[in-house]
């Protein structure tokens, strides 16, 4: 089972910020935190994975709670294309990805 | 490089046939895992190979198979095909196996309709 809990769909305006909370309060600690998206008609794809520090890419920011029991996707500046479903997986070694059912995210023009 | 190629994209059978979907890994990656994608149950998976050898599965019936190829090819088969079969099956490739820090990365899929 999924152990990372996420809203069902949020909604945001092109060119705000988002953020996209999950909470997994069981998380070991040596699980990471992974974050994928996936597009419409597409499989899905990286976005950006973390372990305690927040991290950051070319594509979002990654922002973790002090105790790991939650963590926040960022998306500085949504544009439509960031209209997809983003799922939040934690990941120890040797184990397979379990993806949740994920937050849908539209972005509103 | 190309990305992981997945064929056919877009098939349909009957019930009590059989399907083969293929995979194609990134050049250089070694370890394919196969996916089930349907609106009701997501995506869920269904197992995984590293060097030819099945390292996980996940919780489907035995008419759900798979096998890896020296070159890191891999197929997935489905025998007695049901309605409920119908969904997409995604492949994804990565460099090794099991590292916490690795990541998956995902073919357009093989979307399956089962009349």
């Known amino acids: 089972d999924a152990k990372t809990t996420q809203p069902n769909s949020m909604e945001s305006n092109e060119e705000e910020p988002v953020h996209l909370p999950c909470n997994h309060s069981t998380i070991s600690g040596t699980d990471y935190i992974h974050w994928y998206r996936q597009l419409p008609s597409q499989g899905p794809e990286y976005v950006i994975h973390g372990l305690t520090s927040n991290v950051n890419n070319r594509m979002a920011s990654l922002a973790i709670a002090e105790d790991r029991k939650s963590s926040t996707l960022i998306l500085h500046r949504a544009t439509l294309r960031d209209a997809a479903v983003y799922y939040c997986i934690l990941r120890d070694h040797g184990q397979n990805f379990v993806f949740g059912p994920g937050t849908r995210l539209s972005v509103l023009p | 490089k190309a990305g992981v190629t997945q064929t056919p994209r877009y098939l349909i059978k009957t019930r009590g046939q059989q399907v083969t979907l293929s995979c194609s890994p990134i050049?250089?990656?070694?370890?394919v895992s196969w996916y089930q994608q349907t609106p009701g149950q997501g995506l869920q998976f269904l197992f995984e190979y590293f060097s030819e050898t099945q390292r996980n599965k996940g919780n489907f019936p035995g008419r759900f198979s798979g096998r890896q190829f020296s070159n890191s090819r891999s197929e997935m088969n489905v025998s007695t095909l049901e309605l409920g079969d119908s969904a997409l099956y995604l492949c994804?490739?990565?460099?090794?196996?099991?590292?916490?820090?690795?990541?998956?990365?995902f073919g357009e899929g093989s979307r399956l309709t089962v009349l």
């Open positions: 050049s250089g990656h070694r370890s």
């Open positions: 994804a490739s990565s460099l090794d196996r099991g590292r916490a820090t690795g990541e998956l990365f």
